[in-house]
């Protein structure tokens, strides 16, 4: 059985910086072609990719967040790290981490519950 | 980015009744290998989003087979046979063709 969690701050300041795991089990990301990725939704929003890392360590982040982004994994531990600087407002949104199966093209096939985060001073 | 769009933005469903949800890419979702990698979540309310189907038309696990989903391209449709009160909230297609996936806007489906 495949699980997906997130976990992190519920509430963060304006230009500090959001840390969230997710913690998952079933599958290993060292298994060729895995991946684990992060999709944001604001409130009342549609789903917006954000970053994605893979079994051999690469790496994709959306193009408007790459400064802000830094995605990491801890195989021992079946966890995926993400980082996001400078925390606005804006970013004000649910977060979930899905698993991006092991095949070709990116299916996200299994999500966690998701962790609100609310930027706000 | 890929842009994706959806119509129509919302539909109201009698419990029985069928329902089409149209998805168009701004580019083609072909791949080189032949495939075409197109996908549909639905997101239930206060629920995290779970896949309906991947590669256009293959039923994730666990789908019912009411859900089916076709196309080629870039256009796109996701049919509902018959809606269950279980089958509302939003719909979503996204592409995987090329980083950043990219989602659509999204159809809220409402049972009337």
């Known amino acids: 059985q495949i699980t997906m969690k997130e976990s992190g701050p519920t509430l963060v300041k304006p230009t500090q910086t959001l840390t969230l795991t997710c913690t998952f089990s079933g599958f290993s990301l060292s298994t060729s072609g895995m991946g684990v990725g992060w999709i944001r939704q604001p409130p009342g929003k549609a789903l917006e990719w954000l970053a994605l890392?893979?079994?051999?360590?690469?790496?994709g982040y959306r193009p408007s967040l790459t400064s802000r982004l830094t995605i990491t994994k801890d195989t021992s531990k079946n966890q995926v790290v993400l980082t996001m600087t400078n925390m606005d407002p804006v970013d004000t949104a649910t977060y979930y981490c899905?698993?991006?199966?092991?095949?070709?093209?990116?299916?996200?096939?299994?999500w966690g519950p998701g962790t609100v985060v609310t930027v706000s001073s | 980015d890929i842009v994706m769009t959806q119509t129509p933005l919302s539909l109201s469903v009698t419990p029985g009744q069928p329902a089409s949800i149209s998805c168009k890419s701004s580019q083609s979702l072909l791949w080189g290998d032949g495939k075409t990698y197109m996908y549909w979540y639905l997101q239930k309310p206060g629920q995290s989003p779970e896949l309906l189907i991947y590669?256009?038309?293959s039923r994730f696990s666990g789908v019912p087979d009411r859900f089916s989903g076709s196309g080629s391209g870039t256009d796109f449709t996701l049919k509902i046979s018959r809606v269950e009160a279980e089958d509302a909230g939003v719909y979503y297609c996204m592409q995987g063709i090329q980083l950043p996936s990219t989602f659509g806007p999204g159809t809220t489906v409402d049972i009337k």
């Open positions: 890392i893979y079994w051999n360590d690469d790496k």
């Open positions: 899905a698993r991006r199966a092991p095949v070709v093209g990116q299916r996200l096939d299994y």
């Open positions: 590669e256009v038309s």
